[in-house]
């Protein structure tokens, strides 16, 4: 009896400790993918000095091959890889991109109820930081 709730407890601690938690869905990794493609749109326009900005992204044929459970600033997280599809409309144009690898992290807030996508950053060091960004919550409700 007693190594019945020794092993109960065991495995709840377990259970509590464990760093992946619920896996985010497909609507939120498509929310990350789409502020990542539009902080890297940002950078590229700023640096080739474009005129013309995208008025619309659409991501869809999200195909996640890999969640892995990470930690990033001792907050539960995952590293997801996979394939996507995405539209960028601009003006002028529409620019359908068609089986894209995307690389995104998601980070779990300690209060669990919110999500940020993480951006790793190298300084001069050699050291990753982090920069994150809040996901709007409608992004995974």
């Given amino acids: 009896m007693v190594r019945g709730i020794w092993a109960i407890a065991l495995a709840l601690l377990l259970t ?3 760093v992946g938690g619920q896996a985010p869905g497909k ?3 498509e929310q990350a993918i789409a502020l990542q493609l539009d902080q890297v749109q940002q950078e590229l ?3 080739l000095r474009l005129d013309e900005r995208p008025t619309d ?3 869809n044929r999200v195909a996640i091959a ?3 459970p990470l930690k990033i600033n001792d907050l539960p997280a995952f590293h997801i890889l996979g394939t996507c599809d995405y539209t960028v409309k601009t003006a002028n144009r529409t620019l359908p991109q068609r089986n894209i690898a995307f690389d995104v992290y998601l980070q779990r807030q300690a209060e669990g109820k919110t999500w940020r996508v993480a951006f790793p950053r190298v300084t001069a060091e050699d050291e990753v930081t982090w920069i994150t960004q809040r996901i709007p919550t409608a992004a995974y409700q």
Avoid: N, P, W, Y
């Fill in 45 to 47: 326009s700023q640096q």
């Fill in 66 to 68: 890999q969640q892995l």
């Fill in 57 to 59: 992204l659409k991501i």
């Fill in 27 to 29: 609507a939120l990794v």
């Fill in 16 to 18: 509590a400790c464990g």
